[in-house]
């Protein structure tokens, strides 16, 4: 209900500040498990993208998302995942991932797992395909553009003047990997060559991880 109640009242306005233009959105399934795997350039990645999302998306999200009292009790009140990344063992995130893929809800992941330093893409993590090839989830591939510009991890307030773009790519079918989930040089050619490689196509970026 209250993630509802915002995305009301507040999405309109984002969309109208922030957003200029989204292309791709008919790519989105309007039911079922999904990952939506985005870059990373700032906060107002996942903004943007929940304001124009049809569809109600559940993200991983750091801990420090669960430590700042102005975060706290939104992360909370909208269901996001908490991922404590200085953890070894995120098996509890992962977990939780995969049932709310298992109930047939979107999960949004940003494989590169925190904001980039200077606007580019990074290095992602393998964390993605596992929870894809474990919940046997397709995989949306999303390129957000100018968010760096909006508001870099180097700022504390947004720009007013500065608008993004969001492209959404077609649905990633990783059948043929299902029974290799445990197996890591898959894991890294999913995500590297696979995932992040789509993900760079449409933001015009490089890659070369």
């Given at each position: ?59 991983l999200a750091g801990e420090v998302f ?96 500065k608008k993004c773009k969001i492209k ?42």
């Open positions: 209900m209250f993630y509802w109640i915002l995305k009301i009242l507040i999405a309109p306005i984002i969309r109208l500040i922030w957003v200029e233009k989204v292309e791709g959105l008919e790519n989105i399934p309007p039911k079922g498990g999904l990952i939506i795997a985005s870059n990373h350039e700032s906060y107002f990645d996942f903004i943007c993208f929940t304001a124009v999302c049809p569809r109600r998306v559940y993200y669960f430590k700042k009292w102005w975060w706290r009790p939104l992360v909370k009140l909208t269901g996001q995942i908490r991922v404590d990344r200085d953890l070894a063992d995120k098996s509890k995130s992962i977990n939780q991932a995969v049932e709310i893929l298992s109930k047939g809800n979107a999960l949004g992941i940003f494989p590169e797992g925190t904001r980039s330093a200077d606007g580019k893409l990074q290095k992602a993590y393998t964390g993605i395909a596992k929870i894809a090839l474990t919940a046997k989830a397709p995989v949306i591939p999303v390129g957000t553009i100018g968010t760096y510009e909006i508001m870099s991890r180097h700022e504390n307030k947004p720009h007013f003047n959404i790519g077609k649905v990633i079918d990783l059948k043929e990997y299902y029974s290799q989930k445990e197996n890591p040089e898959i894991l890294k050619q999913i995500t590297n060559k696979i995932i992040m490689k789509k993900i760079a196509e449409l933001t015009g970026e490089q890659y070369n991880f």
